[in-house]
């Protein structure tokens, strides 16, 4: 594998704002700076640094464009430069200790950012996910789903909160059942002291917006199924333990095929792989704190829900229970095997549904 500082003519850095956009190009394999632009994130501005790239580097499209926040700020550069024709990747990780003392400004970080990707092979590229199609629906529908659950969550505490500080009749010393919140929204106002009247009020309010959130999550909980329904992960949900939430941001994840190099890598991303823990006589793995932390959390319920219901998950547990394995360890492979099944299988649903 060659590394990309003999493989691209040219490598353009962008440092990627709100407003504006600063760029650096390199030139392969010394990494000279040949100029740095800055351009305004309007949709002349983005066609203006488009056209100034093609100048500097005369028109090849070979140039490699690596854009910092290719999900956010830096998305709309990045489609134009791949609807212009060059390959786009993610800026890679950076050691912000290596810049200690040298100074930063948006030049520099495009600077960097360019630099940073030289040493790398090929394989080691960040390819974006795609924002097309199915997948990009599904990413924006986990989103609104995300904000949503939290809306519902600060409304329970909140409800929760009154219903402690204030008698209304309702035992709130633990979690609110859904009958209990389905009474306290068909509550009518009545005539009671000023302060009950107001906290009354206010609960029936929280309530039934626990009870509209409810049903936004149903709503869109139908609406991710159907579009799973129509590609290459519609099969996850005929799997144990994964509903349409877990499909839905494991495939958001996941993209298309090539974006994750590998099983093992697919597994980095969910923070599901193994972390040597080892010392002395002790030989031990621990679980990995990094990574897509949706994506782990969605493994860890399907993961749940298999110990809980599926007979060959239980059957497992049992067995590496009476090996001396702690539960948390146990969760930690299931974890991992789960997401070498996930891969696999949009892998090989992926070739099969473009071959179709």
């Known amino acids: 594998m060659s590394i990309i500082a003999h493989t691209c003519p040219f490598i353009i850095g962008v440092d990627a704002h709100a407003r504006s956009h600063a760029l650096a190009i390199l030139a392969c394999p010394t990494g000279e700076i040949l100029d740095e632009g800055r351009f305004p994130t309007t949709a002349a501005g983005l066609q203006r640094a488009i056209a100034w790239a093609s100048r500097r580097t005369e028109g090849d499209l070979d140039t490699l464009w690596v854009v910092e926040g290719v999900g956010t700020y830096g998305a709309r550069l990045a489609h134009a430069a791949a609807d212009a024709g060059y390959a786009v990747v993610e800026a890679p990780r950076m050691n912000a200790r290596a810049n200690r003392g040298v100074g930063k400004s948006d030049p520099l970080d495009a600077r960097r950012i360019a630099q940073a990707v030289l040493p790398l092979t090929d394989v080691q590229l960040r390819r974006p996910r795609r924002d097309d199609g199915a997948r990009a629906a599904l990413r924006v529908l986990i989103a609104s789903?995300?904000?949503?659950?939290?809306?519902?969550?600060?409304?329970?505490?909140?409800?929760?909160?009154?219903?402690?500080?204030?008698?209304?009749?309702?035992?709130?010393?633990?979690?609110?059942?859904?009958?209990?919140?389905?009474?306290?929204?068909?509550?009518?106002?009545?005539?009671?002291?000023?302060?009950?009247?107001?906290?009354?009020?206010?609960?029936?309010?929280?309530?039934?917006?626990?009870?509209?959130?409810?049903?936004?999550?149903?709503?869109?909980?139908?609406?991710?199924?159907?579009?799973?329904?129509?590609?290459?992960?519609?099969?996850?949900?005929?799997?144990?333990?994964?509903?349409?939430?877990?499909?839905?941001?494991?495939?958001?994840?996941?993209?298309?095929?090539?974006?994750?190099?590998?099983?093992?890598?697919?597994?980095?991303?969910?923070?599901?792989?193994?972390?040597?823990?080892?010392?002395?006589?002790?030989?031990?793995?621990?679980?990995?704190r990094g990574g897509d932390r949706r994506l782990n959390r969605a493994l860890h319920m399907a993961v749940v829900t298999r110990m809980r219901m599926d007979p060959d998950t239980r059957a497992y547990v049992e067995k590496r229970t009476a090996e001396g394995r702690t539960l948390r360890e146990i969760r930690r492979s299931l974890k991992r095997y789960l997401a070498r099944q996930i891969y696999r299988h949009l892998n090989s649903a992926q070739t099969a549904h473009a071959g179709a």
């Open 145 to 288: 789903r995300d904000h949503i659950t939290n809306e519902r969550t600060a409304a329970i505490n909140a409800l929760i909160a009154i219903l402690r500080v204030v008698d209304l009749g309702i035992d709130a010393r633990g979690t609110l059942t859904a009958g209990q919140i389905s009474a306290i929204a068909a509550w009518r106002s009545r005539t009671e002291e000023l302060s009950l009247s107001v906290a009354r009020a206010e609960a029936v309010r929280l309530a039934r917006r626990v009870r509209s959130a409810d049903q936004e999550l149903s709503d869109l909980t139908r609406r991710m199924r159907t579009l799973l329904e129509k590609g290459p992960a519609a099969g996850l949900l005929d799997k144990p333990g994964i509903g349409p939430v877990t499909a839905a941001i494991a495939y958001a994840a996941w993209s298309h095929t090539g974006r994750v190099r590998s099983e093992a890598a697919f597994a980095s991303l969910a923070g599901v792989n193994p972390i040597p823990a080892s010392s002395g006589n002790t030989i031990r793995h621990r679980i990995n």
